[in-house]
């Protein structure tokens, strides 16, 4: 998810910067991404333009070999061992390559597809991500535009679109600004709300099984707990939606998500795959290093939370799921891991369950698990240190249940 709020902080660090431009320093060069989806039916033909690089030295690219290939540009261009590295020239820097929209995630499901009527795959894999030298203190201003096939109707994403249909993208935590997220694009169909403070969209192929109307009014059931839990809520949401061939799942992006069709938006167990999904699209918390626990377990914890809260479950329900969650991952040892697994997942679940309980009982119930995703949330990337460090300032005091759970002991 990006931040589009300048935290108080930022202010202050900005007012020098301000100082600059108003001495007629500019500091921003423009960055113009170009997709082009008419170039072929396996893959995009994809640009990036810079009018004026006279503030960018190098820009070096991290290339995939499944989906990046026939990279060209002007100036100096050097590529080897995976990597691209630019060194555009001072005026009218043009960079191209080809990106595979067909990529198979894992078994038979696909993660990005290509079909006649419609496209759907992640800015992410568009543009690779780079390492940029520039003058101190350049930035991008970024913007994305799609040429489409003639019988294609539009594209969406979670990136806010200009009234020429461009999209803007800005990230106030890169200097180089990169689409990230879901985008689909094609014959849509598009379901919308605009609530005070985020637009949520829900976008399908015509003709897929995806109940846009279901989709969108659960999230909006479930919205003013989800937004009371996490505080602010991003300006633009977008849920994608498709069937097969797609993975048969959910996948979270920065400002959006994935769900495939056939999948319920509440599971037999009582847990939301959706609900997951979007508490990872709205907080961005990952977990540090093998502390995956903390991002899945927070999210897997207030998928059926969320939900109880608001209303879609009873006590009782909510204490089967517990029960389910304990029997399914009673054989769990430890929450370490790079990747957690989905009986990990469910442990780290019941242990923020418990969390959340002390830090009520240390409060007299004034504080909650809630206050803790906040704190998470303005550091992104966390460690266990960091979840302590979080409770620690929250209650006063060290968790015992992070202090003393064996599966949270180093090894060895």
């Not at 990529?103 to 800015?123: K, L």
């Not at 997942?345 to 002390?358: G, K, N, V």
Request: glycine share 8%; net charge negative.
């Amino acid at each position: 998810m990006k931040r589009y709020l300048l935290p108080l902080r930022n202010f202050y660090t900005a007012l020098p910067l301000l100082g600059l431009l108003t001495c007629g320093h500019t500091l921003a060069y423009e960055l113009r991404y170009h997709a082009d989806l008419t170039h072929s039916d396996d893959h995009a033909r994809v640009s990036v333009e810079i009018p004026d690089a006279s503030d960018v030295k190098t820009i070096d690219f991290n290339l995939d070999k499944d989906f990046h290939s026939q990279v060209e540009a002007n100036g100096e261009l050097a590529i080897e061992d995976g990597r691209a590295v630019w060194q555009p020239p001072k005026t009218d820097a043009r960079l191209t390559l080809n990106v595979q929209l067909n990529h198979q995630r894992r078994g038979d499901g696909y993660d990005s597809v290509r079909r006649e009527d419609f496209a759907i795959f992640r800015g992410d894999d568009l543009i690779p991500p780079a390492r940029v030298r520039t003058v101190k203190g350049a930035e991008s201003e970024a913007s994305l535009r799609f040429t489409l096939p003639e019988h294609w109707r539009s594209v969406n994403s979670g990136w806010p679109k200009t009234d020429d249909g461009q999209f803007r993208i800005d990230d106030p935590k890169r200097r180089f600004d990169r689409p990230t997220g879901w985008f689909i694009a094609g014959k849509l169909g598009t379901r919308r709300e605009r609530l005070p403070d985020t637009h949520i969209a829900v976008s399908a192929p015509l003709g897929n099984a995806v109940k846009r109307m279901d989709v969108l009014s659960f999230v909006l059931l479930n919205w003013p707990t989800l937004r009371e839990i996490v505080g602010e809520t991003p300006p633009k949401i977008l849920i994608v939606g498709a069937g097969d061939p797609m993975w048969r799942g959910g996948l979270s992006g920065p400002n959006s998500l994935f769900m495939h069709a056939d999948r319920p938006m509440v599971s037999e167990n009582g847990t939301s795959t959706l609900l997951h999904e979007l508490f990872h699209t709205v907080t961005s918390i990952s977990g540090k290093g093998e502390d995956d626990w903390i991002a899945e377990g927070l999210a897997e914890y207030y998928s059926f939370t969320i939900l109880h809260r608001a209303g879609g479950m009873t006590d009782e329900r909510h204490t089967k799921v517990i029960k389910w969650l304990e029997e399914w991952s009673a054989e769990v040892e430890t929450l370490f891991a790079t990747s957690s697994s989905g009986e990990r997942t469910a442990r780290a679940a019941l242990l923020f369950a418990d969390l959340d309980r002390e830090i009520r009982q240390q409060s007299d119930d004034e504080k909650s698990l809630d206050d803790v995703v906040k704190a998470l949330i303005s550091i992104g990337d966390v460690s266990l240190a960091d979840l302590k460090s979080a409770v620690k300032t929250l209650t006063q005091h060290e968790s015992q249940v992070l202090e003393n759970s064996e599966l949270l002991a180093p090894e060895g």
